[in-house]
């Protein structure tokens, strides 16, 4: 991401340079250029670009072209003497007087126009879209006054493997305390709360803030007010303040909801005001409620390693956020420096982003250098289709051309009216393609996964025009270049003496039509296998296996109010009479609770580290250590495993029993290779926690979701030995779990409506959402592949046909002396395929790089398969052969005579 | 060309901008070349412009022969290259001239409410 405006500035003033004419044309440029930079050092690189690819639509840049060429013109003319028909001809008339031309010769052919039309949209519109996506996720700030000053602060902590954390409460006062950097500055945390008192109880998302939260984000309140002071304040009325749509969607835009009280985990809230959707952080909460004194202060005032808060702070305007983000880290690195902090905490530093880019996460960057590589691919692949059509066009009319300059136009002009008219198709398909990428965006959307909210805020503003309009004038720099150059230099005489269409043309056999066909089949093959390789990834994942039989099982978690469920026996009950009912109802073979469902659907992902022979374990796994899974003696029986070993966790492994644990094939295998382990004690690096027999081996079963590891180590222990009031349940059903889920919420809504179910679904669909963020990649990349096969085969196709025609007079003349016409189609097909292993080579160069970065930014994308490979290289050698042998036959075919009298 | 001299003709008022132009050029004397002339008309004047237009309107002056420019040798400036400084010539202090006088009469007999 970060060489991304360099390089858009440097062909924004390139293309200046090229625009603006003769010496005073450099000297603005320079001056752009300068203060380009001046800006950009300021920190503000984005909006430089911004600022200086605007020159390209300021009007004021277009009169000084004209004037400038005017200049120009004027002074050759004093100089030699004559009228000048070089250069473009005086005036903002002329330029429209060939723009015009342009429009209508592209009009008069409208079989080739709508060919390059197509092909400039489906390259822009691809273009275009990600950069939508992009503006979207990490571009588009808050919608509040001076919201580009508004950054987050994480901890970091690059040994531990810890990036983007939260702060702890010291921190945060170190931190937010540089007035020097932060104009305000506060945290939150989020927290899902049962909302009830009100129609049914729900799940909503919650964010808790501290003191000055909605002040420092600079968030009006839409309805009644924000949360102030006292509302912080223990010993005042509890508040909360709700989203504009959750208001909408539950109170129906009641503004009496203002003084009402609602019930947040049982405990009653006033409202107090209502807060705009898109001037509100983060994104996607419902309600906010304040955090109260004692809840922050007394027990966190020095625990450090406590970072749960997510802070918040607006730059003092003037600060760049790279400025601060290095001041911030290099304040975090003293404090840790200092003595009497935990050494594992050494490498902590922090570093502050801007706020609007924050919840994209760390690995955005990435994601979108992935992308905007792939589409800049296709881009570069439409282009090259198009200006190969273009070349042949301006074959076909090398005698109008040629025509025209013996007449007295100049060379630049002719090509200008080339590059006009190439012009003329790319704002043309660049509109239609910004219609298709939005629609299409759009369309792939709704496969996007619900939890990443803010993709579902793609939409058409400034920035993607501007965005769209730069790509538009790169795919005519790209597109347009290359027949402009080569129309200027059409051999005249030899034309009009030849008979011009016919005269073998600039594209007949020449390097330019080789060089085509193998960067066409290189781009080709390089992003298709890329396609390719995500595509299978994401089948593989799917059809892993999880380690037990999960279609039938139906998942869900609750979590009982701590207000009402203080006591842990009053909890126990709950869980064994749920337990009991859900058993009980039709349909339902066995119900079981634990901390963590199986395939990440849900519940509390829980690590430990442990200590096991003296040595620590797992050594130098994920940072939280092994999983940690709290389950129920019939666990075993829902889920249909076994252990391996030793017993399975048992109904008399109750609370007073001795600790027992169970571990997972992986762990075993962690702590010991060929002994047995089963009867060895294991214990976590808390000294707290008792020391556990290990009674059994577990089979290693899919704990996480996609995007996480899939072998981890794991520890299993009866939840009876530690009282949670935050449960997950699997029901196994005889049939269709979906069809179960009424009577499930019924009979759990008759034992307490204020305890609210959650994410109900069966677990396969719990499977299918998370495997929802890398299924849109898929379709994103699935489109590009696509696009890219569409336009390489249709590309290759028309060029090697094309020149393949322009030889049948060249084939007549070898047929009448005597060649065999099959021997000239072989020796045709030779010579494409050794064009297309060329292609090839390059391109599997492009597809194993391209692979290997793939691997790095998406788990579960498979290393370079030979199928893949072979499968699209034979389809664009197939593409390339056919091209060639279709044409060469028919060529081959004709009598030679009718070739010959047809000049 | 012949519509451009009649359309440019000396008979035709400076516009606003063209004025401003013209003074800083009188202003800065050897130093005024583009930005110069931007950065004077952004700090006396008050008149934010961009680069381009600074320079648009001076062609147009150009044009109309009220000023006129020449290659400078390079300075110790930006990386020392040659730049051009423009010049007011006889008609342009004319033009400006003119304008005054015509800007002073009619300030004659104003009276703020």
């Known amino acids: ?903 | 060309m012949i519509s451009d001299i009649v359309k440019y003709g000396g008979t035709m008022s400076l516009g606003d901008l063209q004025q401003l132009t013209m003074l800083a050029v009188a202003r800065l004397g050897d130093e005024a070349y583009g930005p110069a002339i931007r950065d004077e008309l952004r700090e006396v004047a008050g008149r934010k412009v961009t680069v381009p237009t600074v320079y648009v309107t001076l062609i147009r002056l150009e044009e109309r022969g009220l000023v006129e420019s020449n290659t400078a040798p390079a300075a110790g400036n930006r990386g020392g290259r040659p730049r051009r400084v423009f010049r007011l010539v006889p008609a342009g202090w004319k033009a400006l001239d003119h304008a005054r006088a015509s800007l002073t009469r009619m300030w004659e007999g104003v009276v703020r409410p």
């Open chain 1, 1 to 903: 991401m970060s060489t991304y405006p360099g390089i858009v500035a440097r062909i924004v003033l390139w293309t200046l340079h090229h625009l603006l004419a003769g010496d005073l044309g450099d000297e603005v440029v320079d001056e752009l250029e300068h203060e380009y930079f001046d800006r950009a050092e300021r920190g503000r690189r984005f909006v430089a670009t911004v600022w200086l690819a605007g020159h390209l639509v300021a009007p004021s840049t277009w009169r000084l072209a004209f004037a400038l060429r005017r200049r120009v013109d004027s002074l050759a003319t004093a100089r030699a003497t004559r009228p000048s028909m070089r250069g473009h001809p005086a005036g903002i008339g002329a330029y429209f007087l060939d723009l015009q031309y342009s429009a209508r010769s592209v009009l008069r052919r409208p079989g080739f126009a709508v060919l390059t039309l197509g092909t400039l949209a489906v390259g822009i519109g691809a273009a275009s879209s990600v950069f939508g996506l992009a503006e979207a996720m990490l571009l588009r700030h808050l919608d509040v006054e001076d919201g580009d000053r508004l950054v987050r602060v994480f901890s970091v902590n690059p040994v531990r493997g810890l990036g983007w954390f939260g702060v702890s409460h010291p921190d945060y006062l170190e931190l937010s305390a540089r007035a020097d950097l932060f104009e305000e500055a506060s945290f939150y945390t989020s927290r899902s709360l049962d909302l009830s008192g009100e129609g049914v109880p729900e799940r909503v998302e919650a964010v808790a803030v501290y003191r000055r939260y909605f002040q420092t984000l600079g968030t009006p309140a839409t309805l009644g007010r924000r949360l102030e002071a006292f509302d912080h304040d223990p010993r005042s009325p509890a508040t909360a303040v709700l989203s504009e749509s959750f208001w909408d969607r539950r109170f129906g835009r009641d503004p009496g909801v203002i003084g009402r009280t609602v019930r947040l985990d049982g405990v009653p809230h006033t409202v107090i005001g209502v807060i705009a959707d898109e001037s509100a952080w983060p994104a996607g909460t419902q309600v906010w409620t304040p955090l109260r004194w004692g809840e922050v202060v007394p027990e966190d005032a020095t625990d450090r390693s406590n970072r749960a808060w997510q802070m918040i702070a607006r730059l003092r305007p003037g600060v760049a956020v790279d400025a601060a983000s290095r001041q911030v880290g290099g304040l975090a690195e003293a404090i840790y420096a200092r003595d009497g902090i935990d050494p594992r905490e050494e490498a902590t530093s922090a570093l502050v982003v801007p706020l609007h880019s924050s919840e994209a996460g760390e690995g955005a960057g990435a994601l979108f250098a992935t992308l905007g590589a792939a589409v800049f691919l296709i881009l570069l692949l439409a282009c090259m289709n198009a200006s190969g059509l273009l070349l042949i066009r301006s074959d076909v009319r090398a005698r109008e051309l040629s025509l025209r300059a013996a007449l007295g136009a100049g060379r630049t002009r002719l090509a200008w009216t080339l590059f006009g008219e190439c012009a003329v198709l790319a704002f043309l398909g660049g509109g239609l393609g910004l219609a298709l990428g939005h629609y299409g965006l759009q369309s792939a959307l709704r496969l996007a996964p619900p939890e990443i909210t803010v993709l579902a805020d793609v939409r058409l503003n400034a920035y993607v025009l501007l965005g769209a309009l730069g790509v538009t004038l790169l795919a005519t720099l790209l597109a347009g270049v290359l027949p402009a150059v080569r129309a200027s230099r059409v051999p005249l005489a030899r034309i009009l003496k030849e008979g011009g269409a016919r005269g073998g043309g600039t594209l007949g056999s020449s390097r330019l039509r080789r060089s085509m066909v193998v960067g066409e089949l290189a781009l080709a093959l390089t992003l298709l296998v890329s396609a390719g390789l995500a595509v299978r990834g994401v089948q593989r994942q799917l059809a892993s296996e999880p380690g037990f039989d999960a279609a039938g099982l139906l998942s869900f978690t609750v979590r009982l109010p701590e207000a009402r469920y203080g006591d842990e026996a009053l909890v126990e009950a709950y869980f064994q009479e749920a337990t009991d009912r859900l058993v009980a109802l039709p349909g339902v073979r066995s119900a079981t609770i634990m901390s963590r469902l199986p395939l990440g659907a849900g519940g509390l992902s829980l690590g430990r580290s442990f200590v096991f022979d003296g040595a620590l374990l797992p050594p130098d796994g994920p940072d939280f250590g092994a999983a940690w899974v709290e389950v129920d003696p019939d666990y075993f029986e829902t889920l249909g495993i076994r252990p391996v070993e030793g017993r399975a966790l048992a109904e008399p492994d109750r609370a007073d029993a001795p600790p027992v644990a169970m571990v997972n094939e992986r762990m075993a295998g962690l702590m010991s290779q060929d002994e047995p382990i089963v009867g060895r004690v294991i214990r976590t690096i808390d000294a707290e926690d008792p020391p556990r027999t290990v009674v059994g081996v577990l089979p290693d079963l899919q704990l996480n979701g996609v995007s996480r590891p899939q072998r981890i180590p794991a520890v299993f222990v009866p939840r009876a030995q530690s009282v949670r009031r935050s449960m997950a349940f699997l029901v196994r059903t005889g049939g269709d779990p979906a069809g179960t889920i009424p009577t499930v919420r019924s009979a759990l809504t008759d034992l307490d409506p204020d305890v609210a179910i959650e994410q109900i679904r069966p677990l396969r669909e719990a499977h299918a959402a998370d495997l929802g963020g890398i299924q849109f990649l898929t379709v994103l990349f699935g489109a590009f592949g696509t696009f890219a096969l569409v336009l390489a085969v249709s590309g290759i196709y028309g060029v090697v046909a094309y020149s393949m025609s322009q030889r049948s007079k060249e084939f007549a003349v070898r047929i009448a002396v005597g060649a065999q016409p099959s021997s000239l189609q072989v020796a045709a097909i030779r010579e494409s395929a050794v064009l297309a292993g060329i292609g090839l080579a390059i391109g599997s160069v492009g597809a194993f790089g391209a692979g290997r970065v793939l691997e790095n930014g998406m788990s579960g994308v498979a290393t370079l398969e030979t199928s893949t490979f072979v499968g699209i290289g034979s389809l664009l050698v197939a593409a390339v052969l056919l091209a060639t042998w279709i044409p060469a036959a028919r060529a081959a075919g004709v009598h030679p005579m009718a070739v010959l009298r047809a000049d």
